[in-house]
């Protein structure tokens, strides 16, 4: 049976290149190819098929067990062939599995969110650190505040202060 998809949820769009487990370090490298044939540009949203070059790109995902989980994602860079973007050349977006310049899967970064609400900083550090998915305060906090604020509620009743 093939754990793989129940431990790395990707859907179809990725293909599993190389598994590398170094039981020293405690760790397991997972090397992924993007498999999609064209991208949409993020500007415009045309799908552009003319790749212009590639790249490895790092990301920490969910450790499975004691072993710490590194993906090595193969990127593709494609050129926007609408003359009228903007943008001339990008870099395919993985949606589902991590945001554009991070460093860690969405799926941890959501598990370190939850983690931050309910301990606050140094606290959700400490516990982190514990569960081998280590970052300290200030990221974690950063996470925090990048949660929309919520819709005041509408006042029923407005006095004289509130007026003016």
């Known amino acids: 049976m093939d754990l793989l998809p129940y431990l790395l949820p990707l859907g179809t769009s990725f293909r599993v290149e190389g598994l590398v487990i170094d039981a020293a370090a405690h760790k397991v490298i997972v090397e992924l190819d993007a498999i999609a044939a064209s991208c949409p540009c993020p500007s415009c949203h045309q799908l552009a098929e003319r790749m212009h070059s590639h790249y490895w790109r790092s990301v920490v995902d969910l450790p499975w067990a004691a072993l710490l989980v590194h993906l090595h994602l193969h990127v593709r860079q ?81 006095g004289l202060d509130d007026w003016a």
């Open 78 to 158: 494609f050129f926007c062939d609408n003359p009228a973007c903007p943008r001339k050349i990008f870099t395919e977006r993985l949606p589902t599995v991590v945001a554009p310049s991070a460093k860690r899967t969405l799926r941890l970064a959501h598990q370190q969110l939850q983690l931050s609400l309910a301990l606050g900083g140094n606290p959700s550090a400490r516990v982190s650190t514990e569960l081998d998915r280590g970052a300290s305060r200030n990221p974690l906090l950063r996470l925090v505040h990048r949660l929309p604020l919520p819709e005041p509620e509408a006042p029923e009743v407005i």
